[in-house]
């Protein structure tokens, strides 16, 4: 199972820190992600991260503003949010995959958490 926390209301410039916590063994070898869900918009990719390598991939509008990592000890992964903007307001789920790698598309995810809102003023 996958827990996602740390969702909020935040001021427009202002940061959060998502976490997303795995049960036991499950977190190990799987590729991570974060995708979001705007109102009234299609769930989009946000980063992911592999296991192995730690190599992450991010969405050209969160690059440079968001960091995404893991803690393998642990079995959690986070999702740094800096320099938040209105725009960045959504449900944000994270998943895993079981294979070492990341991935842009949500339908390569075998696992969701359950989402934490993230409402950022302007």
């Known amino acids: 199972q996958l827990q996602a926390s740390g969702g909020g209301l935040v001021q427009a410039g202002g940061s959060l820190r998502l976490s997303c916590a795995a049960s036991?063994?499950?977190?190990?070898?799987?590729?991570m992600g974060w995708f979001r869900q705007a109102p009234g918009k299609e769930r989009e990719f946000v980063a992911h991260i592999s296991w192995g390598t730690g190599g992450t991939r991010y969405t050209d509008s969160v690059k440079g503003r968001f960091t995404i990592s893991r803690d393998n000890a642990k079995n959690t992964v986070y999702l740094q949010m800096n320099s938040l903007k209105p725009e960045d307001t959504a449900v944000y789920y994270c998943a895993a995959r079981r294979y070492d790698s990341g991935s842009d598309t949500d339908s390569m995810y075998d696992y969701w958490g359950q989402g934490t809102q993230v409402t950022v003023s302007s």
């Open positions: 036991g063994r499950f977190f190990l070898i799987y590729g």
